[in-house]
């Protein structure tokens, strides 16, 4: 009499148990491995947009009056003369130094169509010309941005979407990106006075 030897049902169940447990164990780490990702992926736009609120203040209260370099911008799009840091010129007496401060101009501008806020910078020589340096994405994943400009007494301000004439006291900024996951939204609004504005 010939032997068949196979799997008892104890042994099938057996490899079918651990074989299961495994499989949960697989799908809890990948699921949870996704969750962190997408939870990263949203710390670091709002981490952006707070690096970008934290530029933009800096930017902007250094605002002066220059008749050559107009403050100017909408609701979009913000240009001011400023101090800039730039490579320093290879005959100028700072040569050594590397990157130098000087006279120059800022743009900060929304883009919808690619949903990313850009800033660009000019040194003294482009600024008088009308041209920039390259533009650097500030934030890369945007829904929407709004500057509105303030004039005036703080206690009576006169709120515009554009700057009117001269340095305004101060710029407001509306931030909204993107909420956890893709669903909703966060709002960012910050306040900059301008100690040059009118």
């Known amino acids: 009499m010939i032997r068949r030897r196979g799997f008892t049902l ?6 079918s148990v651990i074989f299961a447990t495994i499989s949960v164990a697989i799908f809890t780490c990948l699921s949870n491995g996704i969750k962190l990702w997408e939870r990263s ?7 952006d947009a707070a690096i970008f609120l934290d530029r933009f203040a800096a930017d902007i209260r250094n605002s002066f009056s220059y008749s050559k370099i107009p403050f100017s911008g909408g609701e979009l799009h913000l240009e001011f003369p400023t101090i800039v840091w730039t490579p320093a010129d290879r005959v100028s007496v ?10 120059g101009r800022v743009k900060y501008a929304y883009d919808p169509a690619r949903a990313l806020i850009v800033r660009a910078q000019a040194n003294y020589s482009q600024a008088l010309l009308s041209k920039w340096g390259d533009e650097q994405i500030v934030v890369p994943v945007v829904k929407d941005l709004r500057f ?3 004039y005036g007494a703080s206690k009576d ?13 101060g710029v407001e900024v509306y931030l909204t ?5 893709g669903v909703g ?5 910050r306040y900059v006075s ?5």
Do not use: N, T
């Open 157 to 169: 301000p006169h709120v515009s979407a554009g700057p009117d004439d001269g340095i305004p006291s």
């Open 41 to 47: 992926k949203q710390l670091a736009v709002e981490e």
């Open 148 to 150: 509105h400009y303030f």
């Open 177 to 181: 990106v993107p909420g956890s996951g």
């Open 10 to 15: 104890i042994e099938i169940m057996l490899v």
């Open 185 to 189: 939204e966060k709002i960012f609004k």
């Open 94 to 103: 700072r040569a050594d130094e590397g990157l130098v401060d000087q006279i």
């Open 194 to 198: 301008i100690p040059s504005g009118v």
